[in-house]
């Protein structure tokens, strides 16, 4: 019997677009492979949609996928909705699968939703999501595990900026502390330039990261994904910029240019696919994440964990969609063994309701 996945994609973030890019391929490589496929876009408004034509790219040209059902995610499944936003057909989901970059998509709400709602989720768990979307967050927790990062500092105001007493040397690069895709990411020589690349950064995010730039870098990436207690990890892939730091326009726009295998020593290949097998392992990660390394003057440093990388990273795991879907295949597996593995733990009821008087809960008389 076919499974039917749900594709959650888009969501109210800067990279919306850059979701639906990533959605429709996993839509249609999963199709592909004989699965069942429920598309369910969310909306830079927050609105969420479903139905089969959104599995093609031109229906978000102008806003054709507002012509649509509206949907929810409910107990096991979702609700395609009547013009009337009534609840109209329940579609049951086997496993989802999270494509949504950058917000509350990747920063845990999907993996929440999911939970919530009793879905298997093919992708990173909620801790996991909401901390490495926080470069923050993803500092302190890398610092803990021993694994080296730039110098940076954290600035949430342009008060701070003016009294922070750890900045790095110049240059540096500036990082909205939320977003990803480089948007907002910009390089700053002078005290001038930093101060209009932080003010322009804090438009669209609540912090950001002023990193120290790491001189004679190159942008070194590596996925990983877990599969019957093993973490595979793909081979090094090489980004080249088309300047000092890996642009939107590089990624996306034909800017950049990338070697897969990077052309680097054995030692650093090693180093570096055992540090994202650490962080992954140390953390019990699941699903297809991406690890963003910098190489300079010989040191390996950490600089991001992408826990819902663009296309999925199907370029680094596989040589084509048809050889991705079998990586699919493996981490949809894994999410229904560690779905099955959780449902089984038993839950207790203590019975202690039985017990409390409706009165006490009225007039501040219980102690729990």
């Not at 009547?82 to 057909?89: A, H, L, V, Y």
């Not at 110049?170 to 001038?192: C, D, N, R, W």
Request: proline share 3%.
């Amino acid at each position: 019997m076919k499974k039917t996945v749900l594709v959650i994609f888009g969501g109210n973030s800067n990279e919306n677009e850059i979701s639906v890019i990533t959605g429709t391929m996993a839509i249609n490589v999963l199709k592909s492979g004989g699965y069942e496929v429920v598309p369910f876009y969310i909306s830079q408004s927050g609105k969420s949609y479903t139905g089969e034509k959104l599995a093609d790219i031109s229906s978000f040209k102008g806003g054709g996928y507002k012509s649509n059902p509206q949907a929810i995610i409910g107990l096991g499944g979702i609700y395609a909705l009547n013009k009337r936003q009534k609840p109209k057909k329940f579609i049951k989901i086997d496993v989802a699968l999270n494509c949504c970059h950058g917000g509350f998509g990747e920063g845990g709400g999907v993996s929440g939703a999911c939970t919530v709602a009793g879905i298997p989720l093919a992708s990173a768990d909620v801790f996991e999501s909401s901390l490495f979307m926080d470069k923050y967050l993803t500092k302190l927790i890398l610092s803990s595990l021993g694994v080296k990062t730039a110098d940076y500092a954290y600035v949430k105001s342009m008060a701070q900026l003016d009294s922070c007493g750890n900045m790095p040397q110049f240059p540096v690069i500036i990082k909205p502390v939320s977003l990803g895709s480089s948007i907002g990411v910009e390089k700053a020589e002078t005290l001038e330039q930093l101060k209009e690349s932080v003010e322009c950064a804090l438009i669209y995010d609540r912090a950001v990261i002023v990193e120290k730039y790491l001189s004679n870098r190159r942008e070194i990436n590596c996925a990983a994904y877990f599969y019957r207690d093993e973490i595979i990890t793909s081979e090094c892939e090489e980004a080249f910029t088309g300047g000092d730091i890996l642009s939107f326009d590089d990624k996306y726009c034909g800017g950049g240019k990338s070697v897969m295998p990077a052309d680097i020593p054995r030692d650093i290949s090693h180093l570096i696919k055992n540090t994202a097998k650490t962080v992954y392992s140390k953390l019990n990660m699941r699903g297809i994440v991406r690890f963003d390394f910098i190489l300079s003057e010989g040191e390996v440093y950490l600089s991001e964990v992408n826990t819902v990388p663009g296309s999925l990273s199907y370029y680094l795991l596989s040589s084509g969609f048809k050889d991705f879907c079998f990586v699919l295949d493996r981490v949809i597996e894994q999410a229904e063994y560690d779905f099955a593995a959780v449902r089984g733990k038993k839950l207790i009821n203590t019975g202690i309701l039985e017990n409390i008087s409706p009165h006490s809960v009225k007039n501040g008389g219980s102690k729990l």
